[in-house]
């Protein structure tokens, strides 16, 4: 191909098959090209280095038969593509008149409309009409003035017609970038948290780009910006749907993948359903936030996730409700959330109590906890993240909340190793064991007996024992043998006889002592007065082992 020598046409010049434009660093060129294996022609912008990686063309609609087209400006100062036959296929569609029009096409890979009388006034712009590919320097999202929304399309495989996916800046609620094949959402990004977008932790900061998420009345899109000009870097949107990041190896002289914005499973859109989370390291991957259990038990095991999640416990609004901390997320949906970027946590939990359609708040920068967002109805397409997450706070009885505070505290003793508890197993009469044990158990599953040993003493010195029993056995059972007690120290056990006795007749147990639970001190009833108190810990339990000899 010939390329005119310099990146601009004017007027009265044109552009056909064999001729190019190439920016003036060398960086891109504009022409005419042809796929492999097809007789249709495009107009479109390529990489200098890599021809092959178009990255814009100009009648992806309107494909030209062979390679019969011209480009040129028109009489109206539009800039135009005329097929073989001298009609008109594609057009800038400039409203504004322009006396000296140029296109000139920069190292950005923008091809820009200029006129000559207003210098530095972009009449029209590549830019603003993306195809599969997100070039530094591109807004990616929408103009509010204007209407103009600035989306990447896929391309059907080995043609560069519109294909099945987009992926577009969505400005309700809190915006958000959608993924979506016709009009099914197949992937969110997450409101933009400061730093990256919350269900996009790989825009996270590093050395080859920088980020810039801008949100005013007047327009809202994302930009990025190559740190050194000497890299190039493109994301695009391939046919199969996937948002990726290409970088170039000057080295192998070829471009690598960088990352791609879908990591896995749990990146699927609403994959667990309503007030349902994703766990990728989890399985199964889907969970109920907490405080909600699922709909439909039955398809939640089997793996039918799409229904969620329901609360565990309903509430008065104002009255017995509060707010869960939930941490490492990806943000819910924010299509029906409120927004206000000026005020701080306090106030929106304020603002959210007040609103009984209020079912979670966050805020929105990350960085230093500013602004509020606020969510009404369902919460979907929630994920975990072990990095980069963002923590916000669910609506939950207060029933509920008192339940997660005892499960923070279990959840604290289960990141504890597992414990050696050394069981000695003594006769009744004997003061030595006849057996030691040693049994390993998970550190929960001890606090849990603990537990159970404490709640086991209170009810007893308050006299409500019973309330132990299981309400099916209560007919069924012998009360007072149920009403048996292990003790801690063999003074207090009983001997051989007696505990005879009292397996073969209603006598009354005389009153236990306080069992021994946790580490505590305990002083022996002794004439010396120099007596050392004995401590007890949760690895010298003891059990009486009721048997003859």
């Given at each position: 191909?010939?390329?005119?020598?310099?990146?601009?046409?004017?007027?009265?010049?044109?552009?056909?098959?064999n001729?190019?434009?190439?920016?003036?660093?060398?960086?891109?060129?504009?022409?005419?090209?042809?796929?492999?294996?097809?007789?249709?022609?495009?107009?479109?912008?390529?990489?200098?280095?890599?021809?092959?990686t178009?990255?814009?063309?100009?009648?992806?609609?309107?494909?030209?038969?062979?390679?019969?087209?011209?480009?040129?400006?028109?009489?109206?100062?539009?800039l135009?593509?005329?097929?073989?036959?001298?009609?008109?296929?594609?057009?800038?569609?400039?409203?504004?008149?322009?006396?000296?029009?140029?296109?000139?096409?920069?190292?950005?890979g923008?091809?820009?409309?200029?006129?000559?009388?207003?210098?530095?006034?972009?009449?029209?712009?590549?830019?603003?009409?993306?195809?599969?590919t997100?070039l530094?320097?591109?807004?990616?999202g929408?103009?509010?003035?204007?209407?103009?929304?600035?989306?990447?399309?896929?391309?059907?495989?080995?043609?560069?017609?519109?294909g099945?996916?987009?992926?577009?800046?969505?400005?309700?609620?809190?915006a958000?970038?959608?993924?979506?094949?016709?009009s099914?959402?197949?992937?969110?990004?997450?409101?933009?948290?400061?730093?990256?977008?919350?269900?996009?932790?790989?825009?996270?900061?590093?050395?080859?780009?920088?980020?810039?998420?801008?949100?005013?009345?007047?327009?809202?899109?994302?930009?990025?910006?190559?740190?050194?000009?000497?890299?190039?870097?493109?994301?695009?949107?391939?046919?199969?749907?996937?948002?990726?990041?290409y970088?170039w190896?000057?080295?192998?002289?070829?471009?690598?993948?960088?990352?791609?914005?879908?990591?896995?499973?749990c990146?699927?859109?609403?994959?667990?359903?309503?007030?349902?989370?994703?766990?990728?390291?989890n399985?199964?991957?889907?969970?109920?936030?907490?405080g909600?259990?699922?709909?439909?038990?039955?398809?939640?095991?089997?793996?039918?996730?799409?229904?969620?999640?329901?609360?565990?416990?309903?509430?008065?609004?104002?009255?017995d409700?509060?707010f869960?901390?939930?941490?490492?997320?990806?943000?819910?949906?924010?299509?029906?959330?409120?927004?206000?970027?000026?005020?701080?946590?306090?106030?929106?939990?304020?603002?959210?109590?007040?609103?009984?359609?209020?079912?979670?708040?966050?805020?929105?920068d990350?960085?230093?906890?500013?602004?509020c967002?606020?969510?009404?109805?369902?919460?979907?397409?929630?994920?975990?993240y072990?990095?980069?997450?963002?923590?916000?706070?669910?609506?939950?009885?207060?029933?509920?909340?008192?339940?997660?505070?005892?499960?923070a505290?279990?959840?604290?003793?289960?990141n504890?190793?597992?414990?050696?508890?050394?069981i000695?197993v003594?006769?009744?009469?004997?003061?030595?064991?006849?057996?030691?044990?040693?049994?390993?158990?998970?550190m929960?599953?001890v606090?849990i007996?603990?537990?159970?040993?404490?709640?086991?003493w209170w009810?007893?010195?308050?006299?409500?024992?019973?309330?132990?029993?299981?309400?099916?056995?209560?007919?069924?059972?012998?009360i007072?043998?149920?009403?048996r007690?292990?003790?801690?120290?063999?003074?207090d056990?009983?001997?051989?006889?007696?505990?005879?006795?009292?397996?073969?007749?209603?006598?009354?147990?005389?009153?236990?002592?306080?069992?021994?639970?946790?580490?505590?001190?305990?002083?022996?009833?002794?004439?010396?007065?120099?007596?050392?108190?004995?401590?007890?810990?949760?690895?010298?339990?003891?059990?009486?082992?009721?048997?003859?000899?």
């Amino acid at each position: 191909m010939k390329s005119f020598a310099s990146d601009t046409i004017t007027s009265n010049q044109e552009i056909s098959y064999n001729q190019t434009l190439v920016s003036a660093g060398g960086v891109y060129e504009l022409g005419f090209f042809k796929l492999q294996n097809s007789r249709h022609s495009y107009l479109g912008i390529w990489y200098k280095i890599s021809p092959s990686t178009i990255v814009w063309v100009a009648n992806k609609d309107t494909p030209l038969k062979n390679l019969s087209g011209v480009l040129k400006f028109y009489e109206d100062g539009n800039l135009v593509l005329f097929n073989g036959t001298n009609n008109i296929i594609w057009s800038t569609n400039i409203t504004w008149q322009a006396n000296n029009p140029t296109a000139q096409l920069l190292d950005s890979g923008n091809l820009v409309v200029t006129d000559q009388d207003q210098q530095g006034v972009f009449l029209w712009q590549s830019f603003d009409y993306m195809c599969d590919t997100f070039l530094p320097g591109m807004k990616y999202g929408i103009d509010l003035v204007t209407g103009l929304n600035r989306y990447l399309t896929s391309s059907k495989d080995n043609d560069p017609s519109p294909g099945m996916y987009t992926n577009i800046l969505d400005p309700s609620g809190y915006a958000q970038i959608l993924l979506q094949k016709g009009s099914e959402v197949v992937f969110r990004s997450g409101p933009w948290n400061g730093l990256h977008f919350s269900g996009m932790p790989s825009l996270k900061a590093n050395s080859i780009y920088t980020s810039e998420f801008v949100y005013t009345e007047q327009e809202i899109y994302y930009k990025y910006e190559l740190t050194n000009n000497s890299l190039y870097s493109r994301m695009i949107l391939d046919d199969d749907g996937f948002l990726q990041r290409y970088t170039w190896s000057n080295l192998n002289q070829n471009w690598n993948l960088y990352f791609t914005a879908q990591m896995d499973n749990c990146d699927k859109f609403s994959l667990c359903g309503p007030f349902g989370s994703c766990n990728i390291n989890n399985s199964p991957i889907c969970e109920c936030l907490p405080g909600f259990r699922p709909k439909f038990l039955e398809d939640w095991i089997s793996g039918g996730w799409s229904t969620g999640c329901g609360r565990n416990t309903e509430f008065e609004c104002g009255k017995d409700d509060g707010f869960l901390k939930v941490k490492g997320i990806k943000l819910p949906d924010t299509r029906k959330s409120w927004y206000n970027t000026t005020i701080g946590l306090k106030e929106c939990e304020s603002i959210c109590r007040s609103n009984c359609s209020c079912t979670a708040y966050s805020n929105i920068d990350i960085r230093d906890g500013s602004g509020c967002l606020l969510w009404f109805g369902d919460l979907i397409d929630i994920r975990q993240y072990s990095d980069y997450g963002q923590d916000f706070y669910i609506r939950l009885s207060q029933t509920d909340l008192g339940t997660f505070s005892l499960n923070a505290a279990k959840l604290k003793v289960e990141n504890y190793t597992h414990l050696t508890i050394k069981i000695k197993v003594y006769y009744a009469d004997s003061e030595k064991p006849k057996h030691v044990l040693p049994i390993v158990l998970p550190m929960v599953v001890v606090v849990i007996l603990l537990l159970g040993i404490a709640l086991a003493w209170w009810l007893y010195k308050e006299g409500k024992s019973l309330e132990l029993i299981d309400d099916t056995l209560t007919s069924s059972c012998i009360i007072s043998e149920v009403l048996r007690t292990v003790q801690e120290n063999p003074e207090d056990r009983p001997n051989m006889a007696t505990v005879g006795l009292l397996l073969g007749s209603d006598q009354e147990m005389p009153d236990p002592n306080e069992p021994g639970f946790f580490t505590e001190r305990r002083f022996l009833d002794t004439e010396s007065s120099s007596s050392k108190p004995e401590s007890y810990s949760l690895n010298n339990m003891t059990i009486t082992l009721l048997s003859a000899r």
